[in-house]
């Protein structure tokens, strides 16, 4: 029996009037969870416990099987450890974002969040960045590491965990009270604007109509993880695919192996054939029992508030993964149960991560059984199955 686990990051959402009251999962063509979801287990996932919030972190460590309340310790050093920062115990590692605030003289608490992602800044322009960065910022405690598109990590050393907001959190709003209360990130991220609003890549981005990546952004501060190896937990070989360092980091952490897809870039336009690829490869022919196949455009999208992106994003993800998965591992001949997911909701709506519990789909190829449903918010809550305990759904997918 092989194992998968496909999530599409923030893909669930509220009603929306012009999808004519449908959330964009219910929206969507989706042709293969509509054969899927007949013989499928459907309800829903509390991913993220009470007053913890909503974040892919916190959220992914639940869909894997870890307690967040028990083993979290911050999102960026989780991602450190996918970028190779070997931190030591009293390390705090600090996400640090290429965001775009607004120009214009105004002090720098006055301006505004437009973009959380510098327009999903491709990683060759952002490491340019991130090295006029070090130039300028870095001593014996701050040290900058370059990560993967917009998402970078700051080491400080021998510091403390303190309150941070996350950019997409505040977009379209003054930046100034989301501020750190701590003066040296505040400072630093005050001087990155005066580095970065003017360098020639950002000039040379703002001519083609791009979002200047004019100012760093941190949050998600945390200490060192420790994370107990996922075959000791649960007795399976596990292999993670994804673009996004948090969910690499995540793997590293557990012991996983992380398989690597060129052209995987947590975008809308990412190699979502070459991840299916890569996941019946894992699964059928490479001896892996479990699988975590994660697609990041779904979240991307609903952070943009485009609603017919985020359709197009759940529709690529039936399309191009579901289907190629769930044909590759048929022609292999093995058994296997399939949990389709979100790890939690990104609605239009607020553009940020909501606490709700999210819809799942747990399909088992040796299901003969069917009957009439579909896969989508309200179809999983009129089933009237809730998994409190999010962590505990992998059980479910394992039978154990």
């Not at 496909?6 to 009251?21: A, K």
């Not at 007949?38 to 307690?67: F, H, Q, R």
């Not at 990560?147 to 700051?154: K, L």
């Not at 950019?167 to 991220?189: A, F, N, S, T, V």
């Amino acid at each position: 029996m092989k194992y998968i686990i496909i999530l599409g990051d923030g893909m669930s959402d509220e009603p929306l009037e012009e999808l004519g009251g449908k959330t964009p999962l219910e929206y969507a063509e989706t042709p293969c969870m509509d054969v899927l979801a007949p013989k499928s287990e459907i309800g829903l996932a509390a991913t993220v416990p009470d007053g913890m919030s909503p974040g892919s972190d916190t959220a992914n460590l639940s869909v894997l099987g870890y307690d967040p309340e028990v083993y979290y310790t911050g999102r960026s050093p989780l991602e450190a450890l996918s970028i190779g920062v070997d931190m030591e115990d009293d390390d705090i590692a600090i996400r640090c974002n290429l965001i775009t605030v607004s120009e214009g003289s105004s002090a720098y608490g006055k301006k505004t969040m437009i973009d959380h992602s510098s327009g999903e800044i491709p990683t060759e322009d952002a490491v340019i960045l991130i090295k006029a960065l070090k130039a300028e910022l870095e001593d014996q405690i701050f040290r900058f590491y370059p990560g993967t598109s917009y998402r970078h990590c700051t080491i400080r050393k021998k510091g403390s965990v303190c309150e941070l907001t996350p950019p997409h959190d505040i977009l379209g709003k003054e930046i100034g009270q989301y501020l750190p209360d701590d003066l040296c990130l505040r400072e630093m991220m005050e001087r990155s604007y005066d580095i970065l609003n003017h360098h020639p890549l950002n000039e040379e981005r703002a001519l083609r109509g791009l979002n200047k990546a004019n100012s760093v952004w941190f949050w998600g501060a945390g200490t060192k993880p420790l994370l107990p190896s996922f075959y000791e937990e649960f007795g399976k070989k596990g292999a993670m695919i994804s673009a996004v360092d948090l969910l690499k980091g995540i793997a590293i952490g557990a012991g996983m192996t992380n398989i690597n897809v060129d052209g995987a870039d947590g975008t809308l336009h990412t190699d979502y054939e070459g991840k299916a690829e890569a996941a019946v490869r894992a699964a059928a022919r490479d001896g892996y029992d479990f699988v975590y196949l994660h697609v990041e455009a779904p979240d991307e999208m609903g952070h943009q508030g485009d609603t017919a992106k985020k359709v197009r994003a759940i529709e690529l993800l039936d399309k191009r993964v579901i289907t190629n998965v769930m044909e590759g591992m048929e022609r292999g001949g093995e058994d296997y149960r399939m949990l389709i997911m979100p790890d939690h909701a990104t609605p239009i709506r607020t553009r940020t991560h909501s606490s709700e519990p999210v819809p799942y789909l747990l399909y088992d190829s040796r299901n003969k059984q069917s009957h009439e449903q579909k896969y989508n918010e309200k179809t999983a809550l009129a089933a009237g199955r809730l998994q409190k305990d999010g962590y505990m759904l992998i059980r479910d997918l394992f039978q154990i």
